[in-house]
């Protein structure tokens, strides 16, 4: 019921795992929900999957293996587990970069025996393993019954003894030091609590109380949410929720993203088992879990790490260069799933799923997408482009039609202090090309920037200064009136993913024609790109014979720029 099958690329033979077909069931054949599964507990760790044939993604936070080149191995990452499925499918076969990827953040496994060190030769420095924590857990909490179990550690329920929390019941994810072997892993935890604290107060959110360590363990202790995950819901359902029901999962999901994002977290885990139900009530509130893979990140930065699980990871991760908008896949993804009840990317193993997401296009056309709203199918493809630049913010995205409530408010958005600091570096001849670009938009398109022109409290004269950036002291002598703000946060790259985007460009360059574009010579673009003399032949098409001015083609080339991989990349 309400199944659909997304569009699958092949798979190369070496892919997939060599296997006794008498002993093993076929795969299904598609990446359909499985409504007749049981559930599983609740818990900010993940209960370990039952069964007599190994899930190919175990569980436990780990980085994801790169899918190129070709050849690669799964990884130890978490993923959607394999009750997903319709029947078991054997895992894909074992191989040295599992234990590599492995090993970068759990350390290799130790050697039985080993060379008895020289006299006066330097052992290998210890590693760290104090976090500063409190160390009284046993006296102020009382531990219950384990209710999940991960790669890094398992979850137990547990009574406040005393303080402010006395009685109360709260979840305990108990991490033991013993897997602690690099440095990677110890920085992950210290990592994990530093966001946990940093990101307190949302609703959505789920709430941290406590962080203490003995000589065995780090003892972190949450809210205790006792619905029972995302996941599980989605399966009760038969795999599909209706759209009035999806759009207020889709909703909580968006509004916890946004606020983490404008605090500089990215989360890098988002899937239905990361998100928990208060309580077993229909309506009851999520909260976002699982913070192990989470990192701080400044607006301008790119992540290299592959991290997540392999359903919902964003090509752009799988390149070695993301940021915040590998969330916003993410997201969609699990959209597409509550929509239809299917799997966008879907594969037999973990590097035909890599395959899939860097190639093949989610299927819109089967069942029962036909019977889904336009703003609803528009909603997701704006979210599964592969050119993240084109993606709709979290924030933005509660502004779309599909979800559009104007009694609801929505939060400041991270990406207008980068879009506003690449205004204010632009040249002169740069800022008119989007100025012109701003006055293409209809009144509809230019709502969202209103409410965030709005959220930064103009003064009396309608002007926003600076100064509410607080990255921008430097810059807080400029001022902005609302025109300038939309000339400054307008995207040209989200604009081109609208259906209407050739509308837009046309009427923008009439704006550009009466007021902005002039002559200018090859040399001189060149340098308004940042280009060398070796792109003089292709900007020789960008000018007109007639009058030395931008074409309509060099008006919408040079509003893109050149995309030139970041330098500030961060290594690990």
Known sequence: MGQCYGKNISVAEEDSPTRDRRQTPPASGNGAV???????????????????????????SSPLPSPLPAGVSPSPARSTPRRFFRRPF????PAKHIKASIAKRLGPPKPKEGPIPEDGAEGERPLDKSFGYGKNFAAKYELGKEVGRGHFGHTCSAKARKGELKGQLVAVKIISKAKMTTAISIEDVRREVKILKALSGHKNL??????????????????????????????????????????????QILSVVAFCHLQGVVHRDLKPENFLFTTRDEDAPMKLIDFGLSDFIRPDERLNDIVGSAYYVAPEVLHRSYSMEADIWSIGVITYILLCGSRPFWARTESGIFRAVLRADPNFDDAPWPA?????KDFVKRFLNKDYRKRMTAAQALTHPWLRDDSRPVPLDIIIYKLVKSYLRATPFKRAALKALSKALTEDELLYLRIQFKLLEPNREGRISLENFRMMDQLSYRKMDFEEFCAAAVSPYQLEALERWEQIASTAFEHFELEGNRVISIEELAREMNLGPTAHSILRDWIRDSDGKLSFLGYTKFLHGVTIRSSNTRHQ
């Open 372 to 376: 889904v709203s336009p703003e609803a």
């Open 90 to 93: 054997p895992p894909p076969s």
């Open 206 to 251: 789920v709430k941290f109380y406590d962080a203490c360590e003995d000589a065995d363990n780090v003892y972190i202790v949450m809210e205790l949410c006792e619905g029972g995950e995302l996941l599980d819901r989605i399966l009760s359902r038969g795999g599909r929720y209706t759209e009035e029901d999806a759009k207020a999962i889709v909703m």
């Open 34 to 60: 499985n409504p007749n599964v049981p559930s599983v507990k609740n818990t900010p760790a993940h209960s370990a999957a039952n069964s007599t044939w190994p899930s190919p993604y175990p569980h436990g």
